[in-house]
T-cell receptor, first 111, second 113 residues
Framework: GESVGLHLPTLSVQEGDNSIINCAYS??????FIWYKQESGKGPQFIID?????DKRQGQRVTVLLNKTVKHLSLQIAATQPGDSAVYFC??????????FGKGTTLSVSS | NAGVTQTPKFQVLKTGQSMTLQCAQD?????MSWYRQDPGMGLRLIHY???????DQGEVPNGYNVSRSTTEDFPLRLLSAAPSQTSVYFC????????????FGNGTRLTVT
């Protein structure tokens, strides 16, 4: 079936490094993608989104890249900080439907 | 501005008991939804509502009921709890419909024994 997934369940980086979290999707009709961050004991928080007519979008210290040819989405975090430690989810939307969430990648940042 | 508020934060039920998970938002969002989060499964949509008086089923609706009598409130009811309903439940809302960025509450952790 169609689903949103993540390549790796965990990612460990050193403080100050750049982090790249990947997400593969299989629904070619999806037109909108979102990255969420979930800290322990809290609900997911919106980080950044991108529409299918874009390849790249930048926020504060974060960049989302979309490669529709290989159905791949990535979240890049620059100069990763301990406060970035969390579970990161990608979500996709096919027009007119609800968001479908991936299973999440746990990012651990060590000092 | 409180955003999305969920109560209780924790709940333990025995099999067969009923309970209502409360969700309230103060952002005047038309769209509200309930998700459950299980290890290794991500977030799965239970029920959603596009406005007061309108509800619909999501991906995993069995065993749950919802109603939407006001814009602010969207309670989730478990009529006869089962161990398979042990999970963390999140309520979320948005201003732009079910495909728009969601604002999440902090969840209710439910254990059914």
């Amino acid at each position: 079936g169609e689903s949103v997934g993540l390549h790796l369940p965990t990612l460990s980086v050193q403080e100050g490094d750049n982090s790249i979290i990947n997400c593969a999707y299989s629904n070619s009709a999806s037109d909108y993608f979102i990255w969420y961050k979930q800290e322990s004991g809290k609900g997911p928080q919106f980080i950044i989104d991108i529409r299918s007519n874009m390849d790249k979008r930048q926020g504060q210290r974060v960049t989302v890249l979309l490669n529709k040819t290989v159905k791949h989405l990535s979240l890049q975090i620059a100069a990763t900080q301990p406060g970035d430690s969390a579970v990161y989810f990608c979500a996709e939307r096919k027009a007119g439907t609800a968001l479908i969430f991936g299973k999440g990648t746990t990012l651990s940042v060590s000092s | 501005n409180a955003g999305v508020t969920q109560t209780p934060k924790f709940q333990v039920l025995k099999t067969g008991q009923s309970m209502t998970l409360q969700c309230a938002q103060d952002m005047n969002h038309e769209y509200m939804s309930w998700y459950r989060q299980d290890p290794g499964m991500g977030l799965r949509l239970i029920h959603y509502s596009v406005g007061a008086g309108i509800t619909d089923q999501g991906e995993v609706p069995n065993g749950y009921n919802v109603s939407r009598s006001t814009t602010e409130d969207f309670p989730l009811r478990l009529l006869s709890a089962a161990p398979s309903q042990t999970s963390v439940y999140f309520c979320a809302s948005s201003s732009g419909g079910r495909g728009s960025p969601l604002h999440f509450g902090n969840g209710t952790r439910l254990t059914v024994t």
